[in-house]
């Protein structure tokens, strides 16, 4: 089995801003649901429920999404419980 490469990886989902996040569609057009903001201010995936199966890039991919959406709200509350921690010493 041939392994993509990280550009054919990159195009394999295509990420469409809406309110409050993105909506998720493979490259062929399917959508697979919504990343949303929860009430916590992180993102989650909502997955469209469905019958079939996705490869394990597809599951990887959207990770790497949501990891990279939630970077700057994780160094915030990093930031917020230094300075916290600091002024408590």
Same mark, same amino acid.
Do not use: C
């Given at each position: 089995?041939? =392994?993509l490469?990280? =550009?054919?990886? /990159?195009? !394999?989902?295509?990420?469409?801003?809406i /309110?409050g996040?993105? /909506?998720?569609?493979?490259?062929?057009?399917?959508?697979l649901?919504?990343?949303?903001?929860?009430?916590d201010?992180?993102?989650?995936?909502?997955?469209?429920?469905?019958?079939?199966?996705?490869?394990?890039?597809?599951? =990887?991919?959207?990770?790497?999404? !949501?990891?990279?959406?939630?970077?700057?709200?994780e160094?915030?509350?990093?930031?917020?419980?230094?300075e916290?921690?600091?002024? !408590?010493?």
């Open positions: 089995m041939q =392994r490469t990280m =550009r054919q990886t /990159q195009s !394999l989902l295509n990420y469409i801003p /309110q996040g993105y /909506q998720v569609y493979y490259e062929n057009g399917v959508y649901g919504d990343i949303l903001t929860d009430v201010g992180f993102y989650y995936y909502w997955p469209e429920l469905r019958g079939g199966s996705w490869a394990s890039i597809v599951m =990887r991919l959207i990770a790497d999404k !949501l990891d990279e959406l939630n970077q700057p709200w160094e915030e509350i990093e930031r917020y419980f230094n916290t921690h600091k002024v !408590l010493e």
